[in-house]
């Protein structure tokens, strides 16, 4: 079912279930692109809610002792998708119990495991368009021309998740043009009612 959220953007609804959220005990688990939100949201969306909030990206920098970008460079993706799909468990333990929140990786999703872990969590994602995410990463602007198009990679990249995530979603909101506090707020307000 498809409604209007108040902040006029269109929410999917696919469970009408999430009034139950925390006595189930159920996670909230933010999903999206990157620069969708994910932290900023799920930082308020779990204080606005008095529950727990855990982001894959900071347990992932925990386990490694480094910076995400670094195991990246250093170490590769594979690597790096070894500790996201840990994260993603130990977070989900981390937040079960009380109903918390969970913001995970943007590709964290492309990995069969990690959708069967998710299964039976409210699921939210964090609609932001290429355009937004362009903006936000700093590629809207004109540039030298750098082999490899990152614009066009990153577009590639937006293509092949964007039915990965709309396809796992309780929830789709829109976050472009809308601040953090905004679209926490009225994820919030639909989460109590």
Known sequence: MTTESSLGGRATDRSDGTAQVRQLGQGIVLIGPPTAGKSSVGALLATALGVPFADTDALVARAAHKPVSDIFVEDGELVFREFERGAVASGLDAI??????????????????????????????????????????????????????????????????????????????????????????????????
């Open 96 to 193: 079960r119990p009380d109903g918390g929140v969970l913001a995970v990786g943007s590709g964290a999703v492309l990995d069969p495991d990690v959708r069967r872990m998710l299964v039976g969590q409210v699921i939210v994602y964090l609609e932001a368009e290429f355009a937004t995410v362009a903006k936000r990463t700093g590629m809207d602007r004109p540039r030298v021309v750098i082999p490899g198009n990152p614009r066009g990679q990153l577009r590639a990249m937006l293509e092949e998740r964007r039915p990965v995530y709309a396809d796992l979603a309780t929830f789709i909101v829109p976050t472009d043009d809308l601040a953090p506090e905004e679209v926490a707020a009225d994820l919030a307000k639909r989460l109590r009612s």
